[in-house]
C-alpha cells in the first residue's frame, strides 16, 4: 500500500475553509484516495473518495494533483462540529484493508 | 436506512479473560471488516469476513478469531485478554469490498478495557 503524509495538526477559523493536505507520492495508477474523519472517540466516518478527477460531494471537495502524488481536502465553511482527525488513505484496488496513519488533528477555532 | 450497529458499546474484563464482540452491518453489505484502535493511534485491521469466510487477517495473533453468520452480522472473539488488548474495536461494513469504488462504513465502536 502507498504510504501517506499528512501533517499532525492543523487549526482553522470557524467559517474559514479547511484546506487539508496529504502526500502519496508512490501512488500507483489504480489506487484510489480515500478521506475519512474521526470526532473524538467515534467510529471513522467516510467522507469523499477519488481516483485522479477532482470530486465533491454534499461534505467536502477533493482535489488531486494531475501527477496524483499529492491531495488536498477541502471542508468550504468550517463548523466546530468539524473538529476532527482527518486520515488520508490510499487504496490499492482489491485490497480488502484499510490502512490508517496518523492523520491530521484538525481544530476549528470561534 | 439503519447504519452499522454494535454491542456493547462498552466492557470491562480482566486479564485471561474471552470477550466476544459483535456487529450488525448497513443494509445491503454483505462484507464485514474488523480494526483495533489504541488509544491515540489509527484503527489497525484484524480481519474481514466475506461469504461467512475469513478473507484477509492482518498482523493479529490467533486468539483472535471471527464468525459471520448467515445475516452478514459478524462477531469478534478474543481469548485470553491482556492488557494490551485494551482499544476501541471498530467494526466497518462494505458490499463485497474489492471492487474499485466500494466504500467501508464504521459503526460506532465497542470500548474494551482489560483490567
Known amino acids: 500500500d502507498a504510504k501517506t503524509t499528512q501533517p499532525p495538526s492543523m487549526d482553522c477559523a470557524e467559517g474559514r475553509a479547511a484546506n487539508l493536505p496529504c502526500n502519496h507520492s508512490t501512488i500507483s495508477g489504480n489506487e484510489y484516495v480515500y478521506w475519512y474523519r474521526q470526532i473524538h472517540s467515534q467510529g471513522p466516518q467516510y467522507i469523499i473518495h477519488?481516483?485522479?478527477n477532482n470530486e465533491t460531494n454534499e461534505m467536502a471537495s477533493l482535489i488531486i494533483t494531475e501527477d496524483r502524488k499529492s491531495s488536498t481536502l477541502i471542508l468550504p465553511h468550517a463548523t466546530l462540529r468539524d473538529t476532527a482527525v482527518y486520515y488520508c488513505i490510499v487504496r490499492v484496488a482489491g485490497a480488502q484493508k484499510l490502512v490508517f496513519g496518523q492523520g491530521t488533528r484538525l481544530t476549528i477555532n470561534p | 436506512d439503519a447504519g452499522v450497529t454494535q454491542s456493547p458499546t462498552h466492557l470491562i474484563k480482566t486479564r485471561g479473560q474471552q470477550v466476544t464482540l459483535r456487529c450488525s452491518p448497513k443494509?445491503?453489505?454483505?462484507?464485514v471488516s474488523w480494526y483495533q484502535q489504541a488509544l491515540g493511534q489509527g484503527p489497525q485491521f484484524i480481519f474481514q469476513y466475506y461469504e461467512e469466510e475469513e478473507r484477509q487477517r492482518g498482523n493479529f495473533p490467533d486468539r483472535f478469531s471471527g464468525h459471520q453468520f448467515p445475516n452478514y452480522s459478524s462477531e469478534l472473539n478474543v481469548n485470553a485478554l491482556l492488557l494490551g488488548d485494551s482499544a476501541l474495536y471498530l467494526c466497518?461494513?462494505?458490499?463485497?469490498?474489492?471492487?474499485?469504488?466500494?466504500?467501508?462504513?464504521f459503526g460506532p465502536g465497542t470500548r474494551l478495557t482489560v483490567l
Open positions: 477519488g481516483l485522479k
Open positions: 466497518a461494513s462494505s458490499f463485497n469490498f474489492g471492487a474499485d469504488t466500494d466504500t467501508q462504513y
Open positions: 443494509s445491503g453489505h454483505d462484507t
